[in-house]
């Protein structure tokens, strides 16, 4: 406990403090914890800087008073002029370590870190048409807009179904995805591909999970799906979601598809 009164003792015990908090801070459970511990010694720091000067002060209202080993004052005088000096030197070192902990402070206080509620965004898939089913969206693109075109295919949205099944199929993804030849459009929580030459068009709707759910995508191939390919077969208002494996592309799901039907 501080004295308040007992220069050397105080010193004593602010040493095997900093000695302890040297060992302690090696490791951290909390990573949070680090910015109470910056605070603590942004504070220790104005602390300090006052101890250097009232150290200066010391030595400066006592030079005319010493001597050195050899007891000569003059050379007593100059030691405690250069000790002094050095002193307030170290001070202001101090202050520039102390803007630059406030510096830090400041940033470690915008972290928030690793809260167990973050969510992270994904987009998983609402539905895929490709051959006469695409050409008529393709067609209302055409002449009514893009907003047109993600109008109608949210009509395949069933909510907790889609985002079930879309799960369930790995039909995830990091962002919605675009491949060569594709054009993109977005509004709200939609997001639509659409590749006139290819003959397909896709809708994916934006998806909030848990951080710790999430899962890394991986590389997606892009099998181009052509008007020749058999269509998916779709109902109205149903939820349609990608066959295959995890991320797997709709050419790809639909080439499978069509060499199983030639065999």
Do not use: C
Request: aromatic share 6%; glycine share 6%; net charge negative.
């Amino acid at each position: 406990m501080p004295t308040f009164t007992n220069p050397t003792s105080d010193a004593d015990d602010a040493s095997e403090a900093l000695r302890g908090l040297a060992h302690a801070t090696r490791t951290f459970e909390n990573p949070a914890d680090t910015y109470p511990v910056i605070g603590d010694l942004l504070a220790g720091l104005r602390s300090l800087r006052q101890v250097m000067d009232q150290l200066a002060t010391v030595h400066l209202a006592h030079q005319q008073r010493v001597t050195d080993d050899d007891h000569n004052p003059t050379a007593g005088a100059t030691a405690a002029l250069a000790a002094a000096d050095e002193l307030h030197q170290a001070a202001t070192l101090i202050d520039q370590t102390h803007d630059r902990l406030n510096d830090a402070m400041a940033h470690s206080g915008r972290i928030v870190w690793n809260p167990e509620d973050r969510l992270v965004e994904r987009w998983i898939g609402v539905v895929f048409l490709q051959g006469n089913e695409a050409d008529t969206v393709l067609d209302l693109i055409d002449n009514e807009g893009v907003e047109a075109g993600i109008d109608h295919l949210s009509a395949w949205d069933w909510g907790n179904e889609t985002t079930e099944a879309a799960m369930e199929n790995g039909d995830v993804h990091d962002t919605a995805p675009v491949y060569a030849g594709d054009r993109q459009a977005e509004t709200g929580d939609y997001a639509m591909t659409y590749n006139v030459q290819a003959g397909h068009v896709a809708l994916y709707r934006r998806h909030l999970i848990r951080a710790k759910d999430a899962i890394d995508p991986a590389a997606e191939a892009h099998v181009p799906a052509r008007h020749s390919t058999p269509a998916r077969e779709t109902t109205g208002r149903r939820s349609t979601v990608r066959e295959g494996g995890w991320f797997e592309h709709p050419g790809v799901a639909a080439v499978k598809q069509a060499r199983s039907l030639s065999m």
